[in-house]
C-alpha cells in the first residue's frame, strides 16, 4: 500500500486546521451518482464520477453550512473519516 506524504499535504493546504471539539452532523441531499467502473470484486466495486454530492452541515454553534462530500475514507473499526468541502470560507469556525 502507498504511503501517504502528510507533510506535503499540509504544506499544500489553503487554509490550517484547527482542533474541534464539538458534535458535526453531515445530511446528504438525494442524488444519483452514475460513473466509469474501475474495479469489482465479491465484496465490491470502486468507480469514479464526475459529480457532486451536496450535503448540509451543522457544526456546534455555527448552524447550517452548505458543502460537498469530498472524501470518505476507513478509519477501521467500523468509524469513517468523512470530509466536506463547504461552498463558501466560514472564518468565524476558526479561532
Known sequence: MQERDTHTEASQ????????DGQVTVRFEACTLEGSGQN??????FFTAAA?????????????????????????????????RFDAPHPALVP
Not at 13 to 20: A, E, S, V
Not at 40 to 45: H, K, N, W
Not at 57 to 84: D, F, K, P, T, Y
Request: glycine share 18%; net charge positive.
Open 52 to 84: 457532486a454530492i451536496p450535503v448540509t452541515v451543522v457544526v456546534a454553534g455555527h448552524g447550517e453550512l452548505q458543502g460537498q462530500l469530498v472524501r470518505v475514507e476507513s478509519m477501521g473499526g467500523g468509524r469513517l473519516g468523512i470530509a466536506v
Open 40 to 45: 469489482v470484486s465479491a465484496q465490491g466495486v
Open 13 to 20: 493546504r489553503q487554509d490550517p486546521r484547527q482542533p474541534l
